[in-house]
């Protein structure tokens, strides 16, 4: 079993979230904690102007309540909702925090993410733990 298990969740339709909550559950057992994580994506400053005041507040402010409500579910799991690029921050923060394992939830993969590449294969290969895709 691993002792510290991080679940970066996305609130994407595509991603299968409560899969990688059940699949962290398992591998973290009774005695190893979960760290769910939501990374806010930051507004481009041209779009910024389009959204009503206080969209971003509102709407960081609605994820920490459903992150938070979904790590209340799980034994030993707490919630964090940090600012930055999805992949990028995710790696960071496993490396100040540690996780021996990392559980995150993928799409299907197509033609874009050969060019672009998604979140999940970024933290596939960079991160210095086990990790565990679900789709």
């Known amino acids: 079993m691993y002792k510290h298990v991080l679940v970066p969740v996305s609130f994407d339709d595509e991603r299968n979230s409560a899969g990688a909550l ?10 190893g904690r979960i760290s769910l994580l939501h990374v806010v994506e930051e507004v481009p400053n041209y779009a910024i102007s389009y959204l009503p005041e206080g969209y971003r507040d509102q ?5 920490r309540k459903e992150l938070g409500d979904m ?3 799980l034994p030993k799991a707490t919630a964090h909702v940090i600012d930055g690029h999805s992949s990028r921050t995710i790696l960071d923060w496993a490396e100040k925090h540690e996780p021996d394992c990392i559980v ?4 299907r993969p197509g033609v874009q993410d050969m060019l672009l590449g ?16 679900i789709r």
């Open 22 to 31: 059940a699949v962290a559950q398992l591998l973290a057992g009774d005695d």
């Open 59 to 63: 709407a960081k402010e609605a994820v």
């Open 118 to 133: 998604s979140t999940a294969a970024k933290v596939v290969r960079h991160a210095t733990c086990a990790v565990h895709v």
């Open 71 to 73: 790590a209340s579910a």
């Open 104 to 107: 995150i939830a993928s799409h």
